[in-house]
């Protein structure tokens, strides 16, 4: 029975995760299968891989055969290259000791190139965000600025209104006063006049 490591689909639309799984290559690509070793998220970034080592490296040694995908996510995880150290150990090439030897060697620059990469994206999102913030400040102030502007010109143009009204206010009571005097006027002269008579008079008896 020909039997390949491949990726079970799992999720929702345009969010899909994987299974690892050993199936029969004859069974549909999410229908049964025979051991699940594994999983896959490439949804984040990097991507989030869990492995069963040493059932993966098993399934290897019994003649299973990845996929494309799946053999790049063994790759990735170093199956394929303790698979080989383990054939040079078969071949009498070198011991076991100098095969795990090897192989933490390579772990190690691995690992330490994982790390720079998740440091690296660290980083830009840092960047990232500490653009935003400056973006945003910059933004806040244009508006802080703008509504200080709207406002004084508010404010100009209130107290411009009340210097109008106060200046039609003067306005109007000079008005008022200046009609007020004729009268006042008038009527000092009606005052007099009774008293010219009188005097007319008695300059009449006199004579």
């Known amino acids: 029975m020909p039997v390949k490591i491949r990726l079970a689909r799992h999720g929702r639309k345009r969010y899909a995760y994987y299974h690892i799984v050993v199936a029969d290559s004859r069974a549909p690509r999410d229908g049964k299968y025979i ?56 071949k009498g090439a070198f011991d076991e000791a100098e095969a795990e030897r090897r192989f933490q060697k390579w772990m190690e620059e691995k690992e330490a190139k994982i ?54 206010d003067t306005d109007e009571a000079t008005e008022e006063a200046a009609e007020e005097t004729p009268a006042e006027e008038t009527k000092a002269e009606e005052a007099e006049e009774p008293k010219a008579e009188a005097s007319d008079e008695e300059t009449k008896k006199e004579e």
């Open 35 to 90: 051991e699940r070793i594994g999983s896959y998220n490439p949804n984040t970034n990097p991507a989030t891989i869990e492995l069963d080592f040493d059932k993966a490296l098993t399934w290897l040694g019994k003649g299973a055969q990845p996929t494309d995908t799946t053999r790049a996510i063994l790759s990735y995880q170093g199956v394929l290259m303790k698979k080989h150290l383990l054939e040079g150990v078969k």
């Open 115 to 168: 790390q720079a990469k998740k440091d690296q994206l660290s980083s830009e999102s840092e960047k990232d965000r500490k653009a935003r913030l400056e973006q945003e400040a910059k933004v806040n102030a244009e508006r802080a600025e703008k509504l200080a502007k709207r406002n004084a010109e508010l404010a100009a143009e209130a107290e411009a209104e009340t210097k109008e009204e106060e200046a039609a």
